[in-house]
């Protein structure tokens, strides 16, 4: 059964991005919703408070990331072991974990100013079928204009893999940083040109 689930977040997932490609809409809008780090971020590394950690947003607990080991090489077995571990789980509650994906870039969106600053969002071919939506914080990042990936791209890619539920997650702190949530360093390499 969560096999099965599983399989149909995959190719929901899957699906959007192709319908948006196809469509003329972009991932970001056919997958976009507000998860609950792009507010959390902002407040906790500008007022360094630990008022995030530990608690979502209308105040239910939240489990501790798991940030370590944080992986040398890319590794998308892991995060496809992750991705099938958080979707087959009951709780409501899913830890961040720290992943190191690669694959090729299959969409890029506009980039979007949120409530934590202004951030660009592509799409990254993990394999078997799965893509991941990679955050990318704009305004922490040393990097040229947005969008400095395009469709075709390789991307290496170090950061947080949130999953809020099969239609909110991705993998974000791809930038140079560290806060009380979250103690990785992340960044995107992109066709061996790395930004952080």
């Given at each position: 059964m969560a096999a099965m689930r599983w399989q149909r977040c995959v190719m929901m997932?899957?699906?959007?991005?192709?319908?948006?490609?196809?469509?003329?809409?972009?991932?970001?809008?056919?997958?976009?919703?507000?998860h609950r780090h792009e507010y959390e971020?902002?407040?906790?590394e500008t007022q360094g408070t630990e008022a995030t950690q530990g608690t979502r947003e209308g105040g239910s607990s939240r489990p501790q990331p798991i940030a370590s080991p944080v992986p040398e090489a890319c590794d998308d077995g892991k995060f496809l072991a992750d991705l099938q571990a958080a979707?087959?789980?009951?709780?409501?509650?899913?830890?961040?974990?720290v992943e190191h994906v690669c694959g090729q870039v299959i969409a890029v969106s506009a980039s979007r100013r949120t409530r934590s600053g202004l951030h660009g969002y592509f799409y990254v071919d993990v394999g078997h079928g799965v893509s991941?939506?990679?955050?990318?914080?704009?305004?922490?990042?040393?990097?040229?204009t947005w969008p400095w990936v395009a469709k075709g791209d390789k991307a290496d890619v170090l950061g947080r893999y949130y999953y809020d539920n099969a239609r909110s997650q991705g993998i974000d702190w791809t930038h140079h940083g560290t806060g009380r949530s979250w103690?990785?360093?992340?960044?995107?390499?992109v066709n061996g040109t790395r930004y952080q």
């Amino acid at each position: 059964m969560a096999a099965m689930r599983w399989q149909r977040c995959v190719m929901m997932g899957l699906g959007a991005v192709v319908a948006a490609q196809m469509g003329g809409i972009t991932p970001a809008h056919a997958r976009h919703h507000h998860h609950r780090h792009e507010y959390e971020d902002s407040r906790d590394e500008t007022q360094g408070t630990e008022a995030t950690q530990g608690t979502r947003e209308g105040g239910s607990s939240r489990p501790q990331p798991i940030a370590s080991p944080v992986p040398e090489a890319c590794d998308d077995g892991k995060f496809l072991a992750d991705l099938q571990a958080a979707e087959a789980s009951s709780s409501e509650a899913h830890p961040d974990r720290v992943e190191h994906v690669c694959g090729q870039v299959i969409a890029v969106s506009a980039s979007r100013r949120t409530r934590s600053g202004l951030h660009g969002y592509f799409y990254v071919d993990v394999g078997h079928g799965v893509s991941i939506r990679i955050v990318s914080d704009l305004d922490r990042m040393t990097a040229p204009t947005w969008p400095w990936v395009a469709k075709g791209d390789k991307a290496d890619v170090l950061g947080r893999y949130y999953y809020d539920n099969a239609r909110s997650q991705g993998i974000d702190w791809t930038h140079h940083g560290t806060g009380r949530s979250w103690p990785v360093e992340g960044y995107v390499s992109v066709n061996g040109t790395r930004y952080q």
